[in-house]
């Protein structure tokens, strides 16, 4: 019996059989389907996933002409964490653009969230037109909500994650909504100075790490940014693929925050005038990479049906998107996930 190499969630390597295979691909579909309430993918569009997954090769790629384009998250420091070596940022952007291609790149703080850039947004600013002067793709400004950093004892509000167990309901739900303009107020600030300095675009990365509040944050700062300056693009980039209910009673647009899956944040994203939406689908480390990306691709073929206008960039990094929770990510499924993305679910980048 013929067995195909493929690995598991968190980056094992194993052989699975076709009928493994199959098996897995349609069970991915069938927990996307009913955790989403979504249509599954279609006959045709399981087998093609089928076809992906036992290519033959260590890297597959789409034909020419289907490519799609690229966008970044952490801060313009990939090159530098990834291999060890301190790099400037200002060159690391050069790199990621005339040696790795990158079609646009984000720039940020080592502590990469608005709250902590605030204070130095000056030397931040004057750090970015360098790299604005050096290169030619668009780079962005990017940072978290992260609303957990305006809890005490680093920030003003109680800690609602110390008030809930208290059962101090009310005071909890209070605590969230300060740290939301709190937090609105940190990044419309950071965005104005980052556009006086000629940055291309804003990226709020990572939104709904800290639940519902953490995404309202992310979205009224959008909503502002957007308003004051509306030729700066600002994306989306979400931390989980659904939102946790850490409020639960918050609203956008009268649509409830908690439990949302990325087609219908996505609808938010775009009401709230974000241009990009990085939409996230978890890895489950315990399966195996066919039912991961079956299950990716469920997702993300509705987020991309319910998207208007607004562009859907896929997260595909570690722990996301199909993609292994392991540091070192090894391109052979990485490339079948792009693959699989692109193809079958028709994504506007990755």
């Not at 691909?25 to 087998?47: F, N, Q, S, Y």
């Not at 790199?95 to 291609?101: D, I, K, P, T, V």
């Not at 980039?237 to 990325?262: I, S």
Request: one cysteine or more.
């Amino acid at each position: 019996m013929t067995k195909y190499f493929t690995r598991m969630g968190d980056g094992f390597g194993v052989r699975l059989s076709e009928e493994e295979i199959r098996s897995d691909i349609r069970d991915g579909v069938a927990d996307a389907a009913d955790r989403g309430k979504i249509p599954p993918l279609t006959e045709e569009e399981m087998e093609h996933l089928y076809r992906i997954v036992t290519m033959e090769g260590v890297i597959v790629g789409v034909n020419r002409g289907e490519e799609v384009v690229s966008s970044t998250d952490q801060g313009a420091d990939t090159v530098g964490c990834e291999s060890g070596v301190p790099i400037d940022r200002v060159v690391q952007v050069q790199m990621l653009e005339r040696a790795f291609g990158l079609d646009s790149t984000d720039y940020g703080f080592t502590d990469y969230n608005f709250k902590a850039v605030k204070s130095i947004v000056h030397y931040e600013a004057a750090s970015i037109e360098r790299a604005l002067d050096m290169s030619v793709i668009p780079v962005l400004y990017g940072g978290m909500p992260n609303l957990g950093f305006y809890t005490k004892p680093d920030g003003p509000v109680d800690n609602w994650a110390e008030l809930l167990p208290q059962g101090k309901i009310k005071e909890a739900l209070e605590a969230q909504e300060q740290a939301v303009e709190l937090a609105v107020h940190d990044m419309v600030y950071v965005a104005e100075q980052m556009f006086e300095a000629g940055v291309d675009g804003i990226n709020l990365d990572t939104c709904g790490a800290a639940g519902d509040a953490d995404f309202l944050a992310a979205l009224k700062a959008c909503e502002e940014i957007r308003r004051r300056f509306p030729t700066m693009g600002v994306e989306i980039g979400m931390a989980g693929e659904f939102v946790l209910g850490m409020h639960g009673r918050l609203k956008y647009d009268d649509t409830r925050l908690a439990g949302l899956y990325p087609h219908r944040q996505v609808k938010l994203a775009e009401k709230a005038g974000a241009t990009i939406f990085g939409a996230v689908v978890n890895t489950n480390t315990s399966k195996s990479f066919p039912w991961n990306i079956a299950r990716v691709c469920t997702f993300m073929k509705e987020c991309v049906k319910e998207a208007g206008k607004i562009a859907v960039h896929a997260n595909v990094g570690m722990g996301v998107g199909g993609i292994p929770m392991c540091e070192t990510i090894p391109h052979d499924v990485v490339s079948r996930a792009d693959k699989a993305l692109i193809e079958i679910c028709n994504i506007d980048g990755l």
